[in-house]
Antibody, heavy 122, light 111 residues
Framework: QITLRESGPALVKPTQTLTLTCTFS??????????VGWIRQPPGKALEWVAL???????RYRPSLESRLTITKDTSNNEVVLTMTNVNPADTGTYYC??????????????WGPGTLVTVSS | NFLLTQPHSVSASPGETVTISCTAN????????VQWYQQRPGSAPTLVIF?????PSGVPVRFSGSSDSSSNSASLTISGLKTEDEADYYC??????????FGGGTRLTVL
C-alpha cells in the first residue's frame, strides 16, 4: 500500500523560507523511473505543479518559481523536501506530494498525499 | 505557455451522462497523454483516467476518456451520474517546457 504525508508549518511570514517534507511508504525513490512531485492549490483555485525529483536526482522546477525552489531527497528515509525562499501571500495554498512513474514510463501523479495547508501572512 | 482550458462548470441530473472537455492552446494533444483527476470537497485529488482512456483499478466503468486531435482536446465522460460524482475534475498533460500542466478545473454539479 502506498501512502504519503506532507508536513510543514501552517503559517509563514512574508519573505521567510518555507520548508515542506513529504514522507512516503510503499515505494522507493531508488527505483528507476520513479519521481516524487509537489503540486499546490491556492484556496478556491486550480492545481499547479511546483517541482519534481527523480530517482537519479534529476530535478524539475516550475519555470516561474525556479529561482526560489530547491527540492532534495533522502532515499534511505523515504523523504522528499521542498524549500521555497522569499515566500509571499500568493504562495498560500494546500501543498500536495505525489509519485509518478511507479509503473515505468507512466508520467502522471498517483496516489496523492492528503496535503498540508500553508498560509503566508504577517 | 502551454494551457489546458476546461469549462468552469457543468451540471446534470442523476442517471444522465455528462462530458467535460479539455482543450490545449498549442501543439497536438494527441501527441501526449491526458489524465483526469477527481477532487471532492476537502479531499486530495484522485486519478480517474490515465493515458487518455485508461481506468485505474477501482474506478467505475461509468468513467471514460477520449482524445480528439481534430479539436485538439480530450474529454472525460461520466455516464449514469450519481450524487457521489459531484466534485471538481482536472485534466493534466505534459509539455516539454512547462512540464506537468493542469487544466483550470470543472465543477460538476449533480442536481
Amino acid at each position: 500500500q502506498i501512502t504519503l504525508r506532507e508536513s510543514g508549518p501552517a503559517l509563514v511570514k512574508p519573505t521567510q523560507t518555507l520548508t515542506l517534507t513529504c514522507t512516503f511508504s510503499g515505494f522507493s525513490l531508488a527505483t528507476t523511473g520513479v519521481g516524487v512531485g509537489w503540486i499546490r492549490q491556492p484556496p478556491g483555485k486550480a492545481l499547479e505543479w511546483v517541482a519534481l525529483i527523480y530517482w537519479d536526482n534529476g530535478k524539475r522546477y516550475r519555470p516561474s518559481l525556479e529561482s526560489r525552489l530547491t527540492i532534495t531527497k533522502d532515499t534511505s528515509n523515504n523523504e522528499v523536501v521542498l524549500t521555497m525562499t522569499n515566500v509571499n501571500p500568493a504562495d498560500t495554498g494546500t501543498y500536495y506530494c505525489a509519485p509518478l512513474g511507479l509503473i515505468l514510463s507512466h508520467n502522471y501523479f498517483d496516489p496523492w498525499g492528503p496535503g498540508t495547508l500553508v498560509t503566508v501572512s504577517s | 505557455n502551454f494551457l489546458l482550458t476546461q469549462p468552469h462548470s457543468v451540471s446534470a441530473s442523476p442517471g444522465e451522462t455528462v462530458t467535460i472537455s479539455c482543450t490545449a492552446n498549442s501543439g497536438n494533444i494527441a501527441s501526449t497523454y491526458v489524465q483526469w483527476y477527481q477532487q471532492r470537497p476537502g479531499s486530495a485529488p484522485t486519478l480517474v483516467i490515465f493515458e487518455d482512456d485508461q481506468r485505474p483499478s477501482g474506478v467505475p466503468v461509468r468513467f471514460s476518456g477520449s482524445s480528439d486531435s481534430s479539436s485538439n482536446s480530450a474529454s472525460l465522460t461520466i455516464s449514469g451520474l450519481k450524487t457521489e460524482d459531484e466534485a471538481d475534475y482536472y485534466c493534466q498533460s505534459f509539455h516539454d517546457t512547462d512540464r506537468w500542466v493542469f487544466g483550470g478545473g470543472t465543477r460538476l454539479t449533480v442536481l
